[in-house]
């Protein structure tokens, strides 16, 4: 049976011979992956290797010092700075720590993008921010200041800003780091109910074994030492059939 989007499994974003550095000191070199309609999509690797910053090069925020980036077969980084601000539309991003405006309600953090970047009334917004905080099952929070809720529910609020604009592409950065294992849990089958339900294509930096199995089907391992991404594919496969010993055993935590 055909696939009811025809996209699905098409490229979405790739990343082409892309090398991350500060400065002369590269991060990782010869970075080509891509990232596929409907992906949940897990960027990996040990400590120090450059996640993060490969997120900040893939959404925009970090020039590579070499490769390029394509959203929709659109390079990104030889593009003019207003090819770039449309591509960038077409993206939500939550950060690791939730970023919230500690001085604005919950409602007010999502409605600073709509009041900034769109001409909706305010009635509009306010139906907006409703909508989308009851998605991540906030309903009722919208006057709740991100210091009068758990750690948990600002990851959600942080999600639900994220996809205020209606984005394409989600780009999440360790979004269950500080969480308990059941609130962590939630959010992985938040993550899986909003990618089906909505049909987003989701990038996501955790080294959360259970939620790399739970949530991702699509993953770039990237290494520390050789400062290289080493293997990309489904990470269930790469966990049993890696031909790279420290990929294997990086996602059975030393067992193989």
């Not at 596929?36 to 490969?54: H, P, R, V």
């Not at 009635?123 to 948990?152: H, M």
């Not at 400062?227 to 990470?235: C, H, S, V, Y």
Request: aromatic share 8%.
């Amino acid at each position: 049976m055909a696939s009811p989007n025809p996209q699905i499994g098409q490229p979405h974003l790739q990343v082409q011979n892309l090398t991350m550095a500060y400065g002369d000191f590269v991060i990782q070199h010869d970075l080509n992956f891509n990232v596929n309609y409907g992906d949940i999509f897990i960027i990996m690797g040990g400590s120090g290797c450059g996640k993060s910053t490969l997120l900040k090069h893939m959404i925009g925020l970090k020039r590579p010092a070499k490769g390029d980036i394509l959203f929709n077969d659109q390079p990104f980084w030889t593009s003019s700075e207003e090819t770039q601000a449309s591509i960038k539309r077409n993206f939500g991003a939550m950060f690791q720590a939730g970023a919230l405006w500690s001085s604005l309600t919950l409602a007010e953090n999502l409605a600073l993008p709509l009041n900034e970047y769109t001409c909706l009334a305010q009635d509009e917004i306010q139906d907006v921010v409703a909508i989308k905080l009851a998605l991540v099952g906030l309903a009722g929070y919208e006057n709740f200041y991100p210091s009068e809720i758990s750690g948990g529910m600002v990851k959600r609020a942080a999600l639900a800003r994220a996809m205020v604009m209606d984005p394409s592409m989600l780009f999440l950065d360790e979004p269950s780091a500080g969480l308990d294992p059941i609130s962590s849990r939630r959010l992985d089958e938040l993550i899986i109910e909003l990618s089906q339900s909505m049909g987003i294509t989701i990038a996501i930096v955790t080294h959360e074994l259970p939620s790399i199995f739970t949530i991702g089907n699509n993953c770039v391992f990237l290494d520390p030492e050789t400062r290289t991404m080493l293997e990309t594919g489904d990470p269930k496969i790469m966990r049993d059939n890696s031909k790279f010993e420290k990929v294997r055993y990086f996602l059975n935590r030393g067992e193989k």
